[in-house]
């Protein structure tokens, strides 16, 4: 009998370490792949803006928190760029049409992109 419940430990022990080491690896590859993604965001907005431009819209409106990744991260637009800001980093893309707005959006905001003669105009929708 002591031998079973012996046997039993060694082997719980030996499966939580053989799940620590495949653990720790995967975990880092979805760290990475964030951050990768992240990067992406601000090329994909900048994309957005030209694409809405071309388009045969005169409006659009956008949820922010279906394209931030996080709260604490928020979008300016400036011209021809488009900056993203996370907790990791600084994002910055370029876009062809320019594009005003004043200040910064964040993770909450709803925000209304409007066509007009020299380009888009992003408003903070309340």
């Known amino acids: ?9 060694c ?9 620590v080491a495949v653990i720790a690896p995967v975990t880092g590859m979805y760290d990475s792949n964030a951050m990768f993604s992240e990067g992406d965001i601000a090329d994909d907005v900048a994309r957005l803006t030209d694409d809405f431009y071309y388009s045969e819209m005169d409006t659009a409106v956008i949820a922010m928190c279906d394209i931030l990744p996080n709260v604490s991260s928020y979008i300016e637009f400036d011209g021809h760029s488009v900056t993203l800001m996370t907790e990791r980093g600084t994002y910055r893309s370029g876009t062809n049409v320019p594009v005003a707005a004043e200040g910064a959006f ?12 020299v380009g888009v105009t992003a408003e903070r929708v309340l």
């Not at 082997?11 to 799940?19: D, F, T, W």
């Not at 964040?106 to 003669?117: A, Q, R, S």
Request: charged content about 15%; aromatic content about 6%.
């Open 1 to 9: 009998m002591m031998e079973f419940l012996l046997s039993r430990v």
């Open 106 to 117: 964040g993770y909450g905001d709803m925000i209304m992109l409007t066509k007009n003669d």
């Open 11 to 19: 082997l719980s022990v030996c499966g939580l370490l053989l799940l």
